[in-house]
T-cell receptor, first 111, second 114 residues
Framework: DAGITQSPRHKVTETGTPVTLRCHQT?????MYWYRQDPGHGLRLIHY???????DKGEVSDGYSVSRSKTEDFLLTLESATSSQTSVYFC??????????FGPGTRLTVT | DQQVKQNSPSLSVQEGRISILNCDYT??????FLWYKKYPAEGPTFLIS?????DKNEDGRFTVFLNKSAKHLSLHIVPSQPGDSAVYFC?????????????FGKGTKLSVIP
């Protein structure tokens, strides 16, 4: 299995609070991605990174920001959490190929 | 507009029989296709892939078929086993997009009945 961890694995937070999710890899892969999975929507790309300090928006980036200051860490921040951001968040990494390898996910509930 | 479509939300198959999961796409720039398998409370795991220059790729019990003219691909699992019960996602890469981005379908939940 690819060395990907996500923290926290579960979080409950209140509307309006900032939240940061962390993705950590031990594979030294260049590409990292953040997805959300919701019933009826499959996996949707939020943001991705193609190198340290190099990031770009995905399909559903509104309300989210990311940072990558080291190869191994990719942070996803919900600037002011809303109930619509209740979801399961997955990080993925790619070794400059088409396959992506996913972390175990973070279940976020915004009350 | 949904570029990758999995029109069957669920599928039930008897153990030992063939499971066929279908995926349709609309973007003719897609050049690489993948299938992922997902168990509850786990991340998706890569299963099998196929390049647009091929029409078939096989790996053990899993075979993916690609029909470019119909913009259709399918995953065949033979024989199906109870451990194959999971959600299967089809994904595709746009050759014109950067950073190896993938577009995913909504998934098909496969139930293999013992």
């Amino acid at each position: 299995d690819a060395g990907i961890t996500q923290s926290p694995r579960h979080k409950v937070t209140e509307t309006g609070t900032p939240v940061t999710l962390r993705c950590h890899q031990t594979e030294n892969h260049r590409y990292m991605y953040w997805y959300r999975q919701d019933p009826g929507h499959g996996l949707r790309l939020i943001h991705y990174s193609y190198g340290v300090k190099d990031t770009d928006k995905g399909e559903v980036s509104d309300g989210y920001s990311v940072s990558r200051s080291k190869t191994e860490d990719f942070l996803l921040t919900l600037e002011s959490a809303t109930s619509s951001q209740t979801s399961v968040y997955f990080c993925a990494i790619s070794p400059q190929s088409y396959e992506q390898y996913f972390g175990p996910g973070t279940r976020l509930t915004v009350t | 507009d949904q570029q990758v479509k999995q029109n069957s939300p669920s599928l039930s198959v008897q153990e030992g029989r063939i499971s066929i999961l279908n995926c349709d796409y609309t973007n003719s720039m897609f050049d690489y296709f993948l299938w992922y398998k997902k168990y509850p409370a786990e991340g998706p795991t890569f299963l099998i892939s196929i390049s647009s220059i091929k029409d078939k790729n096989e790996d053990g019990r899993f075979t993916v078929f690609l029909n470019k003219s119909a913009k259709h691909l399918s995953l065949h699992i033979v024989p199906s086993q109870p451990g194959d019960s999971a959600v299967y996602f089809c994904a595709a890469r746009d050759s014109g997009a950067g950073s190896y981005q993938l577009t995913f379908g909504k998934g098909t939940k496969l139930s293999v009945i013992p």
